[in-house]
C-alpha cells in the first residue's frame, strides 16, 4: 500500500490563552449572528472543532443544523463541502473514486467531497449502512483509502453530521462504530420566543450567512489545535474519567458502555473547556460539565423493563454523582 505525500505543514502562529480566547469570541460572535439564542450548542462546536473532534447534531428538520456547520465553516475561512445523504448515495460518492485516464493509460483519483477542512453530512442517517461505514477511516485516520493508495486529509478535518429522529420515516441507525467516532451530540431545539421573533426579523429580508466573513485563519485555528492539547491533566483526574467510564460499562441498563476513545475524548474536550475558560489545567468540572454531551450517543441500552427506566443520560448522571470527585491537590 502507498501513501500520498501529505501536505507541507503550514507555519502556525504563536498561540497562548488570551489570544484563543480573543479569537474564540470572534469566532462565537460570527456565528451568533447567524445562529440565535443557542450559546451552549456554539460552545460545543468550537470544543469540538478544537479537539479536532466531529460533531453529531439530531434534531427536527428546520432548526438551523446545516446552518450552523455553515456559519461556523465560513467564520474561520475553511474550505467546505455539503454532502446530502441519501439511499442511492454511494460510498464512492464521498470518499472518491479511480478514474481510467485515456490519455495518460493509468488510474486517476478524483477525490470525493470529504476532501474539505470542514465536511457537511446532511441527514447522515438517510444512507444506507454501507455507505455511512465510508465516513469510518476519514473520520479516525484523517485519511482516505482507494485502490491500495492513502490519500491524507485536509487538516484540521471536521465532519459535523446532521440526522433526523430515528423514528421519522426513512432513517437507518447509525452504527455503533459510526457513533462512538463523534466527538459530541447536540441537539439544535427550538429557539425561545425572543430569539425566533429577531430571527424572522433579521432574516426575512436577508441571508446574514452571505454577510459572514472569516473572522480566523485555518492557520490559527490548527495552533489553537496545538495549544489546547497542553493543558495540564492531573493523574486524579484522568482516574476520575477512566472510573466514569468503567461504571458505564458495569451498569445493568447498558450492554455497550463508554469506549476507551470515549475517556480520551472526553479528556481532550474537558482540557478544552479549560482553555476556553482561561485556564491551563482541567478541572473536575470541566468532565462534568461534558460528560452526558461526550459520551451519551456512544452508550447502547440493554431492552427490558428495567432499563426502559433507563436513559444514557440518566446513568451518566448516576455515575457522576457515584463516583467520587478527586481532591484538589493542596
Known amino acids: 500500500m502507498s501513501t500520498q505525500s501529505a501536505p507541507t505543514p503550514m507555519q502556525l502562529p504563536s498561540m497562548n490563552i488570551d489570544d484563543i480566547h480573543d479569537r474564540v469570541e470572534r469566532i462565537r460572535e460570527a456565528i451568533e449572528s447567524v445562529i440565535w439564542g443557542k450559546p451552549e450548542v456554539i460552545r460545543t462546536a468550537l470544543i469540538t472543532l478544537l479537539c479536532e473532534g466531529h460533531l453529531l447534531i439530531e434534531d427536527v428538520p428546520g432548526v438551523g443544523k446545516t446552518k450552523l456547520a455553515r456559519a461556523l465553516a465560513s467564520a474561520i475561512d475553511a474550505t467546505f463541502h455539503r454532502i446530502q445523504f441519501t439511499p442511492d448515495l454511494l460510498p464512492s460518492d464521498v470518499t472518491g473514486v479511480a478514474i481510467f485516464d485515456q490519455q495518460t493509460r493509468d488510474f486517476e483519483f478524483k477525490p470525493g467531497a470529504i476532501f474539505s477542512h470542514l465536511v457537511v453530512g446532511d441527514e447522515i442517517n438517510r444512507a444506507s449502512p454501507k455507505t455511512q461505514s465510508a465516513l469510518l477511516e476519514a473520520m479516525e485516520e484523517r485519511q482516505v483509502t482507494s485502490d491500495g493508495t492513502t490519500y491524507r486529509l485536509p487538516s484540521p478535518f471536521m465532519v459535523i ?161 457515584s463516583v467520587p470527585v478527586p481532591a484538589p491537590r493542596r
Open 161 to 321: 453530521a446532521t440526522q433526523n429522529p430515528i423514528e421519522m420515516e426513512g432513517t437507518y441507525a447509525l452504527p455503533e462504530a459510526q457513533r462512538d467516532r463523534f466527538l459530541a451530540q447536540v441537539a439544535m431545539g427550538y429557539p425561545g420566543l425572543e430569539a425566533e421573533m429577531s430571527m424572522l426579523d433579521s432574516h426575512g429580508s436577508r441571508d446574514p450567512l452571505e454577510e459572514l466573513r472569516p473572522v480566523c485563519t485555518i492557520a490559527e485555528v490548527a495552533a489553537m489545535i496545538q495549544t489546547v492539547r497542553k493543558a495540564f491533566v492531573a493523574d486524579g483526574i484522568r482516574k476520575y474519567v477512566v472510573e466514569l467510564a468503567g461504571y458505564t460499562r458495569a451498569h445493568d441498563a447498558v450492554k455497550l458502555g463508554a469506549s476507551p476513545r470515549a475517556s480520551l475524548q472526553l479528556l481532550r474536550a474537558a482540557k478544552t473547556a479549560a482553555t476556553l475558560d482561561g485556564r491551563d489545567y482541567v478541572l473536575p468540572d470541566d468532565v462534568q460539565e461534558l460528560a452526558a454531551t461526550v459520551w451519551a450517543h456512544r452508550l447502547l441500552m440493554t431492552t427490558g423493563t428495567y432499563s426502559s427506566r433507563h436513559s444514557a443520560e440518566t446513568v451518566i448522571n448516576e455515575a457522576l454523582n
